[in-house]
Every structure is written in C-alpha cells, then in structure tokens.
C-alpha cells in the first residue's frame, strides 16, 4: 500500500538556497536567515545591471581559491593595493574613530 500526500509542501527548494523570483519589474532573492534572524528579501531592477547583481549573489562570478597548492608567500587575504599614503591612511582612521565607525 502506498502513502498519499494531502498537502503540498511550502517549497521544493532546500532551506539553504537562494530563492530568486521577479514581478516583471523588479527582481527578488529571499536570502535565507540563520536562527534568531529571519530571511532577508533584496530587490533589484529588471534590467542587465539587476541580472548581474543576482548572479554575483548565487555565486557565479565567485572566484575559487581551494586548490591544492602552496599559498603564494606575501598573500595576506587582503587586497595588496595601497590605497594612499600612510598619513592619509592614519588620517582616514582618525576619522573612523571619531565617528565611531570604527572602535
């Protein structure tokens, strides 16, 4: 004897994934939430800009660092442009401070 289902479930999509849907004008993606914080919806425009933005979201500009190999000397995980002097760099700080942007 085989089971039947009453009900539909709420979504086939698994609990971790990006939902995206669009209205016609706008493009939507549900980001999932992790527990106290719920899910979290973003919108876009429907245009080649909004696109873009959706499939930097699902991942598929990402750029994959897991390889097998030695992890070049001088890599910090941060970017090795500088991006001023070092006076503009402790003024910029000072700054961030005194706004309390930074603690």
């Known amino acids: 004897m085989t089971e039947s289902s009453d009900s539909l479930a709420p979504s086939g999509a698994p609990t971790h994934h990006l939902k995206i849907w669009s209205d016609g004008g706008r493009l939507y993606c549900e980001i999932p939430g992790v527990p106290p914080k719920p899910a979290y919806i973003t919108t876009f425009i429907y245009d080649s800009r909004g696109i873009d933005l959706?499939?930097?979201?699902?991942?598929q500009?990402?750029?994959n660092y897991d390889y097998k190999g030695e992890i070049p000397t001088g890599y910090t995980g941060r970017s090795n442009f500088k991006h001023g002097t070092d006076v503009q760099d402790a003024l910029a700080e000072k700054?961030?401070?005194?706004m309390r942007i930074l603690k």
């Open 95 to 98: 700054i961030l401070r005194e």
């Open 61 to 63: 500009h990402r750029v």
């Open 54 to 59: 959706i499939l930097s979201l699902t991942g």
